[in-house]
Structures are given as C-alpha cells and as structure tokens.
C-alpha cells in the first residue's frame, strides 16, 4: 500500500501539491510509516516524500462481521437444499400477451322458450350478444346468403357488414372481407348505378406558329421568401417555341396576372389567339374576362 501511494504522488505530484488529499484505505500507511522507531532504505525514503505533503487519511467504511454472522444465523440454508446451475435468464421468452373475450351468461332463466342470455365482449371491447363466431368456410356462405341470396338486397360494404352483425355472426376479418366481398360481386357490377356526364369538347394545345398559344402557372408559395419578400412565381411558356417568360410576385392576386399579360405577351410579343390556364381564382375571374374581351382572344382552363 505505500509503493502505490508512492507510485501515485510521483505521478500526480503537480496536482497534489497545491490541495489537501484525503486518503481513504483500509488502513493509515503514513501513519504506518512514521511510526516506526527505527526506519531504512526505502520506507525511509517514503517517509521524506511523504511529509511534503498534506495527506489526511478517512478509514474505509466497513460491515461488521457480527452483522454478516447474526444474518447468517437468522437465515439458514435448509439442509435438503440443492444448488441451482440454472442461469437466471435461460428460459425467459418474450410472449405477446393478448386480451381475453369475455363472455356473460345466465342461463335458462325465461320459463316459455330456452331463455339464454349470452354477451361476449371482444378484445376490442365491442358488444357482442347472441354472436357465433364463424370459420372460413361459414364466413363465406353467411356473406353470399347476406349479399346475394333470396333475401339479399346487394347492399355495399358497410351495409353487408351491419347486416351480419346484426344476425348474430362476427369473425376477426369480418369488415375486410363485407368490403372485398361487395365490390367483386359481378351482378353489382353490371347492374350499378353509373353517372353518365355529358362529354365536354376538347381544346387541344398544338400551336401552329409562334406567340398563338401560350400557358400559365404559378408556383408557390414558396418559403422562405427571397430577399425582396417574393414567394410566387408566375410563368408564361409559349407552346411553339417553348419559350418562356416569368416574374417574381409578391402576392398572387388577379392583378397580378392581368399586368403579366398585358406587359410580358401582349406588348412584347403580340395579342395571341389563346391563353392555358388552370381554374384558380387568379386565373379564372372577370378581370381576365374583360382583358380577354379587350384584346379578342380565347382563355382555356384546364382540368387540374
């Protein structure tokens, strides 16, 4: 013990200097050291280094052994004990614990007819009373007696499911199965009611020479806005050279897009003979009407 605390004051000797250092140990080896009458050698040399420092010694805080020896007589070992090589974490698995179904009965209670009461209460805390659960095969045949059979109305998903439910009959995939059933069922498929839109014409955008036909959009909002505060971009492309004309904006407003037209096509390149755009409120107002009145040209809105 005093060649490592010697060991350790060399090798600590700067930091050791300047502060106290509290030695804690099962015994005092400075103490053990200065001690001695009569010292030499070596542990004369310790006891030199030794003083030169401030070293107070705490003693080790230990149990008693008469409190490990009254333990071991208030619990003793059964002498028909038998050592235990298992390891603690040998056959620990990870089982996924799943909630029970609970059932209610009071049985045959009523004195006219059989009178049982049954509720189950699934996992998922649905009321069930009177339920049988069904298998795969009786799954099937209760959904084509529901959906197509001589009382079936060929109702849609939601209303097979119900159906079910209400004559009694559950089984886990039951709504998945009501929803797939209904939509594949061939007779609903031929004698559905379909909606039948008039068509509307079709404006094909094929330009035929420069500046005939151009198209607008506007991308945004963008963030961050620029330096300027801009977040809207506001492009025009021409559909025969695919040139393209765009601006930074501030707000997309249907001034705006007016000023665009009128600045960016119509005075640089000529009124054109009709504009592509989609059906926003900057594109499609009566501003843009009245514009495209002024100049007698045509304004398509797209589908999108």
């Known amino acids: 013990m005093c060649l490592a605390l010697f060991f350790a004051i060399d090798k600590l000797r700067h930091y050791m200097q300047a502060f106290t250092i509290h030695l804690v140990a099962k015994a005092d080896p400075v103490k053990y050291i ?3 009458p009569v010292i030499s050698g070596r542990l004369a040399k310790w006891a030199i280094i030794l003083q030169q420092y401030d070293i107070v010694y705490i003693p080790q805080k230990a149990v008693k052994g008469q ?9 003793p070992v059964p002498s028909n004990w038998k050592l235990c090589d298992d390891l603690p974490d040998e056959g620990v698995l990870f089982v996924e614990s799943m909630e029970p179904w609970i059932m209610f009965f009071d049985g045959a209670a009523r004195r006219s007819g059989a009178g049982v009461g049954i509720v189950f209460i699934s996992p998922e805390k649905h009321l069930l009373p009177y339920s049988f659960t069904l298998g795969k095969e009786e799954s099937t045949k209760a959904l084509e007696e529901a959906h197509s059979g001589i009382c079936g109305a060929h109702q849609s998903g939601p209303k097979l499911q119900y159906h ?10 039951m709504i998945h199965d009501s929803m797939h059933f209904a939509k594949y069922c061939e007779a609903c498929q031929f004698h559905a009611n379909f909606i039948h839109q008039t068509p509307e014409p079709l404006h094909p955008t094929i330009a ?15 963030m961050p806005k ?6 809207y971009i506001l492009a025009g492309t021409d559909y025969f050279s695919k040139w393209a004309e765009a601006v930074p904006l501030r707000e997309a407003q249907k001034e705006n897009i007016v000023n665009f037209v009128q600045s960016h096509i119509i005075y640089r390149y000529g009124i054109p003979h009709r504009i592509v755009t989609d059906n926003g409120r900057q594109f499609a ?12 040209f045509k304004q398509y809105t797209s589908s999108m």
Do not use: Q
């Not at 079910?164 to 995939?173: A, F, H, V």
């Open 34 to 36: 200065l001690s001695r």
């Open 67 to 75: 409190a490990l020896a009254d333990f071991l007589a208030d619990h």
């Open 164 to 173: 079910l439910k209400r004559r009694s009959y559950y089984w886990p995939t």
């Open 208 to 222: 035929s020479w420069p500046i005939e036909a151009w198209g607008l959009d506007l991308v945004g909002p963008i």
């Open 226 to 231: 620029s330096s300027a505060g801009h977040s």
């Open 285 to 296: 107002n009566t501003l843009m009407d009245k514009l495209c009145e002024k100049f007698n």
